[in-house]
């Protein structure tokens, strides 16, 4: 079974431009989740999708948002970039949601200059 | 609000050695716990879990028990390897949604 596949790996944007990013979770999974990896934060959640619908967010301004499709893929969407947005931005998916184990896919490092 | 507290690293090691990282947590009611590894230029895997107390996750030589006792999840392994070089971080899921929150991570070196 494939796992969870992020695109693209790596993204270099400029101050104020908005970016996609995309993430295909598990077969058979329907909750994805986001997460932003940085070294002075660690892993910090982003926020949680289940059937289309938002379920959870985390402390993140409202310049970070997603969505989830029918098929559950996901994509997250950061607009009018700032330096701190450069991280790694990993997706994890389960099967069902609450205290289900979260399968993480490689990530997408974002780089803003 | 939940939360995990692991030891801070780095930690290096000779290969062979006995490897603990301690993992204390702080939750209401009873949330599932991880430990996940992070080798150079990855995601995250899933090392092994725990769901409820005194059970023991097991995978590759490392093992965790679920303590509820003392709120702790510590990882140990017997032997370590150079292969065992990475990241690693606790994790918890609260027990009412899908947020998981991790510990700042603990870089282990293996040298052989």
């Known amino acids: 079974k494939a796992g969870v596949t992020q695109t693209p790996r790596y993204l270099i944007k400029t101050r104020g431009q908005q970016v996609t990013l995309s993430c295909s979770p598990i077969s058979g999974h329907r909750s994805v989740s986001w997460y932003q990896q940085t070294p002075g934060q660690g892993l910090q959640f982003l926020f949680e999708?289940?059937?289309?619908?938002?379920?959870n967010k985390g402390n993140f301004p409202g310049r970070f948002s997603g969505r989830q499709f029918s098929n559950s893929r996901s994509e997250m969407n950061v607009s009018t970039l700032e330096l701190g947005d450069s991280a790694l931005y990993l997706c994890?998916?389960?099967?069902?949601?609450?205290?289900?184990?979260?399968?993480f896919g490689p990530g997408t490092r974002l780089l803003v200059l | 609000g939940d939360s995990v507290t692991q030891m801070e690293g780095p930690v290096t090691l000779s290969e062979e050695a006995f490897l603990t990282i301690n993992c204390t947590y702080t939750a209401t009611g009873y949330p599932s716990l991880f430990w996940y590894v992070q080798y150079p230029g990855e995601g995250l895997q899933l090392l092994l879990k725990?769901?409820?107390?005194?059970d023991k996750g097991s995978n590759k030589g490392f093992e965790a028990t679920y303590r509820k006792e003392t709120t702790s999840f510590h990882l140990e392994k017997g032997s370590v390897q150079v292969s065992d070089s990475a990241v690693y971080f606790c994790a918890l899921i609260p027990n009412n949604n899908n947020d998981m929150r991790f510990g700042a991570g603990t870089r282990l070196t293996v040298k052989p």
């Open positions: 725990a769901t409820k107390a005194d």
């Open positions: 994890a998916s389960s099967r069902d949601r609450a205290e289900e184990t979260q399968y």
């Open positions: 999708y289940f059937s289309e619908t938002q379920r």
